[in-house]
T-cell receptor, first 114, second 117 residues
Framework: DTEVTQTPKHLVMGMTNKKSLKCEQHMGHRAMYWYKQKAKKPPELMFVYSYEKLSINESVPSRFSPECPNSSLLNLHLHALQPEDSALYLC?????????????FGPGTRLTVL | AQKITQTQPGMFVQEKEAVTLDCTYDTSDPSYGLFWYKQPSSGEMIFLIYQGSYDQQNATEGRYSLNFQKARKSANLVISASQLGDSAMYFCAMREGWGGATNKLIFGTGTLLAVQP
C-alpha cells in the first residue's frame, strides 16, 4: 500500500481566513514533505519533516505554518494568504533510511485564495 | 546550471506505439537516485520507476523502462505500447547523495505526453 491521503481536495479562502491542510499516511514512513505546485511547473519543496522534526524549511513565508503531530500526520496551517499562493499543494512521504527513498505523493489540495 | 533537463515540452504518440521521454542530469556526487513521476490532469504525482547511480541494470516496471546511460548522464523513460491513459505530464527527478532525512528531489520542467487514438 503506497497511499497518502490529503484533505480537503479543494479549498477556497479569503485573505483573512485561517485554514489547514491535512495529510496522512500509514505506511510507516518517517519523512513527510509539503510541496507547492503552480500550473505547468514542477513541484517546489516547502518543508520536510523527519521523525516528526522539521528538518528543511525552504525559506517559506511565515503565513504557512507546518505541523507534524505524529509520524502519520502532517498539517499545513494557512493564515493571511495572498492570491499568488493559489496553487496545488502536494504532500509526500518516504520510507526510513535503509530503503529506497522514493517519495509517494498524495492527490493534492487545490487552493484558491480570493 | 540546470541539474535536471527535460528538453521536450510536449510529445505526441500513437496508441500502442512506444515513446521515449528524454532526461539529462548534472551532478558531481557519485551517489544519486533518479526517479520518474507521472502527473495526470487530476494532479496526483504517481511514482513510476527508480534508478540508483550504482545499479548495473536498467530499471523496468511493467511497460516502463529507464534507459540509463551514466557516462552521458541521461535517464530516458521508455513507455512501451502506449495507452490513452498514459496522457499526462511526466517529470524526471534526481536526489543527490544517499538520501535520508534531508532527501530533496530536484525536478525537471516536465514533458506533456499526449497519446492519440
Amino acid at each position: 500500500d503506497t497511499e497518502v491521503t490529503q484533505t480537503p481536495k479543494h479549498l477556497v479562502m479569503g485573505m483573512t481566513n485561517k485554514k489547514s491542510l491535512k495529510c496522512e499516511q500509514h505506511m510507516g514512513h518517517r519523512a513527510m514533505y509539503w510541496y507547492k505546485q503552480k500550473a505547468k511547473k514542477p513541484p517546489e519543496l516547502m518543508f520536510v519533516y523527519s521523525y516528526e522534526k522539521l528538518s528543511i524549511n525552504e525559506s517559506v513565508p511565515s503565513r504557512f505554518s507546518p505541523e507534524c503531530p505524529n509520524s502519520s500526520l502532517l498539517n499545513l496551517h494557512l493564515h493571511a494568504l495572498q492570491p499568488e499562493d493559489s496553487a496545488l499543494y502536494l504532500c509526500a512521504s518516504s520510507p526510513p533510511a535503509g530503503m529506497i527513498d522514493t517519495q509517494y505523493f498524495g492527490p493534492g489540495t487545490r487552493l484558491t485564495v480570493l | 546550471a540546470q541539474k535536471i533537463t527535460q528538453t521536450q515540452p510536449g510529445m505526441f504518440v500513437q496508441e500502442k506505439e512506444a515513446v521515449t521521454l528524454d532526461c539529462t542530469y548534472d551532478t558531481s556526487d557519485p551517489s544519486y537516485g533518479l526517479f520518474w513521476y507521472k502527473q495526470p490532469s487530476s494532479g496526483e504525482m504517481i511514482f513510476l520507476i527508480y534508478q540508483g547511480s550504482y545499479d548495473q541494470q536498467n530499471a523496468t516496471e511493467g511497460r516502463y523502462s529507464l534507459n540509463f546511460q551514466k557516462a552521458r548522464k541521461s535517464a530516458n523513460l521508455v513507455i512501451s505500447a502506449s495507452q490513452l491513459g498514459d496522457s499526462a505530464m511526466y517529470f524526471c527527478a534526481m536526489r543527490e547523495g544517499w538520501g535520508g532525512a534531508t532527501n530533496k528531489l530536484i525536478f525537471g520542467t516536465g514533458t506533456l505526453l499526449a497519446v492519440q487514438p
